[in-house]
């Protein structure tokens, strides 16, 4: 047999070998991991596999092989040394209460020897400290005990993925790759995870144990096997490289890279380790959005928009050509789309993606620089540079520079403390590298150690705050050892049902009595558990002893659903039967809004590009709300044809096709499936006019097109970068909608003496005329605010002075904040250097505005400070621009009478 030197190669032998051991391929998950709320990303190959292992699903084969994309955010900083990646494929086989230590020690051996040719006497094996039942498998495979290794939890327990999830005893088999003559066994510091010659290729995990999130570990109801072979590691000893990056799997990445290194002193490693982070950085980014991530401030998308940003920083140390990125999607796509057809599909997008954040970077860089540039001029620094500062760039410095009291006077010229290279790092993006060099070049040094002291307390914050927590793992129902609540709602809306349990505050009670709210569980249901974007149904129950609200169904945990529900009469036992009934009207209105989604997700895809794909929905009775993929914002002529091709679908009155199939002939068809949701091996596929719109879905659905009625886009904005949001109506909901607009329209007509042909003329002109009172009415209010600005008599209006600055006071009537404004501004440009503080009384609440010149001391913002303790209030703003605001219109004249009084306790 042919040794594999490719990736491909690699990846075909592994799976048709544990094919031929009876495993059914299943195809990888997405990175974004489905239901799992304990994991940021999809870090191993039994991610996806975490209900077979704890015995909540069925998994559709006992044995199944795969090869999973994977993330780890650990090693995003280690990425350009020779071994770490942020992405990576996992090559995995899977036994679910099947085989065990034997069968998964004795294949993992034989593929290893016979069919990647390993050399057996470079193979050392690890176990965890207590089982010796692994060593003694290794023994009768013919491994000599000096071969076997034994270590404890950090090395040899793996799991759980995730705050909780399937865990244990594991065993590792290492690659030796030094020189077999140098073989030292009596040395204790010399074999596997001791010295450096050793690499880690292949991990069986002997899953025996679920780890809940109080770190509690309980014997799961069969053991299981988890292995996992990281494909580009084992190719790169395969390839006898010492590295991943001498591979197939980024050679080309790499000499693709366009540089020049002619105005900097590098070395050629300096040189290689910045592009090997730019190539993994951008294969790795590729994989992210393909998947639905997106560049955010948080979670996944702050993990991705690090990685960016981490491979432009470096792309600026050797002067690459812009755009750095979108060639590395260009040639992950081409290496990898036959395995990951979503690369390929989605190429253009990716690459708006990569370059509208090189472009974003781009600026942030520049305004970083600024306001750096802008903290030297505060300590009169003078640098060889020039560049042009803008006011807001002096203002954020100012800002930031006020706060470092903490730093000796002497100090501050000679270095940039931490809180202001953080400042710059987390409010503004600006990176610390940058940071470092241009003050390098400046002659100014770097508290580091406060930097990473700031650092570490923003990150516990975020810790604490952080999305991915401990997730309520409903282990509750877990326990109840009740079989999964067969749903047979899609063709029929009563069912009569058994009570499996009643549930109330958590805890499994017996009897519930009229008026109470619990959680009812039956053996089954056609009443629709919410999951995939629709809502629950609701409805009644109903025996000769109680009736019973259903206010919702959701899923709990496998298969069971649960109803919430309220008792209205009577009582309810557990082993009662009960006659269900869904609310049809509303079932209805959701099942035409779920297939319009279907129908304007093809119509999105067809008229605006195949990069749109879901990434949200909401199917509720009285809208839906769909979420796509797309970085700009849709004109109303690309609205309108959406619209369009959705109700000319709906004419068309095309049958909804169901069908059921596997998960991986669904997709091989090109049904499309969605991002963070979890698919069995069985699915059910919707098709409309196939191959235009096919979808993979669970959801309640109309059976013609037709049912839906009109359909119209309420309205489309953005959710976040790359997001897009449309809210929609059907049916009743849009007669409704017309209905009561044409109502509007009618009685505007009238009160206008308007037609339908003329209307629009008259409120354009109307429009006209108001504006231009509007003018004239701001104009006269300027005049009359002048005119009280300058009436020195007024005992509204004062001057003093403190701290040798000049302070000018006036109370002014004003119908708005704007015009408040203008009158600040009258007053600060009257004054050659000072502060101007203007007040009024707008809508019965008190508001101030202060302004400063441009070369004084004092700070507007800190003005701001103080005066909304006097008027119990709030404010902010800037070292030149502030506003306070308060609640009770009584504190203005009290606090502008006595301001003078007041400044003095805090400017001399």
């Not at 909804?656 to 963070?676: N, P, Q, R």
């Not at 709030?874 to 003078?900: C, E, H, M, R, Y």
Request: overall charge negative; charged content about 25%.
């Amino acid at each position: 047999m042919k040794i594999p030197k490719t990736a491909d190669d690699l990846r075909d032998s592994f799976l048709k070998f544990f094919e031929s051991k009876d495993h059914l391929i299943l195809p990888s998950s997405s990175l974004i991991p489905s239901g799992d709320p304990s994991l940021l990303l999809t870090n191993s190959g039994m991610a996806q596999f975490k209900s077979y292992f704890s015995g909540e699903k069925d998994p559709p084969s006992k044995r199944i092989t795969t090869a999973q994309k994977c993330f780890r955010t650990t090693d995003i900083e280690e990425v350009g040394d020779d071994t770490h990646l942020t992405f990576f494929e996992m090559l995995g086989n899977f036994s679910f209460g099947d085989y065990f230590k034997d069968e998964a020690c004795a294949w993992a051996l034989e593929y290893m020897t016979e069919v990647l040719n390993f050399d057996i006497n470079r193979l050392f094996f690890t176990i965890y400290n207590d089982d010796d039942e692994a060593k003694q498998i290794w023994l009768d495979l013919g491994i000599p005990e000096k071969y076997i290794y034994k270590f404890g939890d950090e090395d040899n327990w793996w799991g759980p993925a995730g705050e909780e999830g399937p865990c244990g005893p594991c065993s590792e088999i290492h690659y030796y790759q030094g020189d077999l003559k140098k073989l030292n066994f009596d040395d204790p510091n010399w074999g596997p995870n001791l010295h450096e010659d050793f690499i880690e290729l292949y991990n069986l995990v002997f899953t025996q144990f679920y780890r809940d999130i109080n770190s509690k570990d309980t014997p799961l109801p069969f053991n299981n096997i988890d292995t996992g072979m990281g494909l580009e590691r084992t190719l790169a000893v395969l390839t006898n490289n010492k590295t991943v990056y001498k591979t197939d799997v980024f050679s080309e990445h790499l000499s693709n890279i366009k540089y020049d290194i002619s105005s900097k002193s590098l070395s050629t490693k300096d040189i290689e380790i910045v592009k090997r982070i730019i190539a993994e950085h951008g294969r790795s980014a590729c994989f992210l959005i393909a998947d639905g991530v997106i560049p955010e401030n948080t979670g996944r998308g702050y993990v991705l928009r690090r990685l960016i940003r981490r491979a432009i920083i470096n792309g600026i140390k050797i002067d690459a050509s812009f755009p750095i990125l979108s060639p590395i999607a260009n040639i992950t796509t081409e290496k990898l789309s036959h395995i990951y057809p979503e690369l390929d599909e989605k190429l253009n997008f990716i690459k708006s993606i990569l370059d509208t954040e090189e472009e974003k970077f781009s600026k942030t860089l520049n305004f970083g620089t600024q306001v750096l540039y802008s903290l030297f001029e505060l300590r009169d620094i003078k640098v060889k540079e020039s560049i042009e500062i803008s006011l807001d760039a002096k203002d954020v410095a100012k800002d930031i520079y006020k706060n470092i009291d903490n730093l000796n006077k002497k100090d501050i010229k000679k270095t940039l403390s931490g809180l202001e290279a953080f400042s710059l790092y987390d409010t503004y993006g600006f990176p610390i590298e940058i940071t470092e060099e241009i003050c390098t070049k400046s002659g100014l040094d770097i508290d580091r150690k406060s930097f990473i002291e700031v650092m570490n307390i923003q990150k516990n914050k975020s810790k604490q705050s952080s999305v991915f927590i401990k997730a309520n793992s409903m282990k509750i129902f877990s326990e109840l050892n009740i079989m999964p609540t067969e749903f047979v709602g899609y063709d029929r809306l009563k069912t009569s049902s058994k009570v499996l349990s009643i549930m109330q505050n958590e805890k499994d009670i017996q009897i519930i009595k009229s008026k109470e709210e619990f959680d009812l569980i039956i053996d089954k249901t056609s009443f629709y558990a919410e999951r995939g974007g629709q809502v629950g149904d609701s409805g009644i129950a109903e025996n000769d002893n109680c009736k019973i609200e259903i206010i919702d169904t959701i899923p709990a945990y496998g298969e069971i659903y649960i109803h919430k529900a309220k008792i209205t009469e009577g009582s309810l036992s557990v082993g009662n039967n009960l006659n269900l009934t869904v609310d049809g009207s509303r079932r209805e209105k959701i099942r035409r809004n779920h297939t319009a989604t279907h129908l304007i997700h093809a119509a999105l895809r067809e008229i605006v590009g195949l990069h749109v794909r879901q990434s949200g929905s909401l199917v509720h009775p009285d809208y839906l709300r769909f979420d796509f993929t797309n970085m700009h914002a849709l004109d109303n002529e690309t609205l309108q044809i959406v619209e369009d091709r959705v109700n000319d679908v709906i004419r068309n009155n095309f049958p909804v096709e169901i069908s059921y199939t596997t998960y991986d002939k669904a997709i091989k068809d090109g049904a499309l499936a969605f991002f963070g949701e979890k698919y069995d091996h069985e699915v059910r596929t919707i098709k409309i006019d196939s191959p235009w719109s096919h979808e993979l879905c669970g959801g309640t659905h109309m059976s013609y097109t037709g049912g839906i009625g009109l359909f119209k886009i309420i309205s489309e904005n953005g959710i976040g970068s790359g997001n897009r949001r449309i809210f929609a109506l059907t049916g009743i909901g849009t007669e409704t909608m017309v209905r009561n607009n044409l109502f509007n329209l009618n009685e505007i007509m009238i009160k206008m003496n308007a037609s339908e042909e003329n209307i629009l003329d008259k409120f354009n002109l109307q429009n006209e005329i108001m504006k231009k009172q509007q003018k004239t009415i701001e104009k006269l209010q300027g005049e009359l605010t002048e005119f009280s600005l300058g009436n020195k008599t007024k005992s509204d209006n004062q001057e003093f002075i403190l701290s040798d600055t000049k302070f000018a006071i006036s109370k002014v009537d004003v119908p708005n904040i704007g015009a408040l404004r203008k009158a600040g501004d009258t007053l600060r440009n009257n004054l050659t250097e000072g502060v101007a503080i203007v007040g009024s009384v707008i809508d019965n609440k008190p508001i101030i505005v202060i302004m400063t010149t441009v070369n004084i001391k004092i700070a507007a913002n800190d003005i701001a400070s103080i005066l909304s303790k006097e008027i119990n209030g709030g404010g902010g703003g800037n070292a030149f621009t502030a506003q306070v605001g308060g609640k009770d219109p009584s504190k203005l004249d009290s606090t502008i009478s006595n301001l003078q009084k007041i400044l003095s306790e805090h400017y001399k």
